[in-house]
């Protein structure tokens, strides 16, 4: 792709799940073009959904190109995306909303839907290519969907950090029967977690990986 979407690409673009990257509008003739740029592709089984591709995620999460029509900040609000993100722990922004709960559901389901699309014979019970290029935030999707509550400024809670390890993640809780909760739901949801013992401050922790087969 060598130049940005046009503004009519965009809307589509910014349009697509936030999670599976499906897209959810667009002619024919507009999602053709998205694919023949390489910003998206068209899933080869039925109903033959259209995907963003990495390329594409890319786009979406580049702010639009200033132009001579649209002067100002290119830069949009936090609002203005509708972006979906996770929470991994220590955000300031409040839980446990039944606002929150909607979108965590939303979120979570097109995970699934995104698993039986792309993983091999659909199969929903392990996780998918997208997860493993995004573990911390596909870990801490699992664990707020299931309905832990992450840590913030008014709660303590799960808090998912990356390691140094490949294709891993560290899960910590503030009390045993907490991470245990939290490595049984990442393990319902396809991944292989295991508890350790940090050697400096002896602080046990999970670290898991998402599951292959």
Known sequence: MTRPPTAAQRRIIDAADPVSGRLRSGTEAQLAALVRHGLAFRHPRPPHDHFLTPAGQRARDQPPEPTEATPGPATPGPSATGIFTARVGDENEPTGTPS???????AWQGLLELRRMTNPNGATDRPCAWERTHLIQAAAL?????????????SDGYRVRATPQPEAVAVYAPDAETLKACAATLHTAGWQPGEYTEPRTRTRYLLASPRRT
């Open 100 to 106: 929150r709960a909607r979108e965590v559901h939303s």
């Open 142 to 154: 699992a664990l707020e969907a299931a309905g832990h509550r992450p840590a913030g400024a008014d």
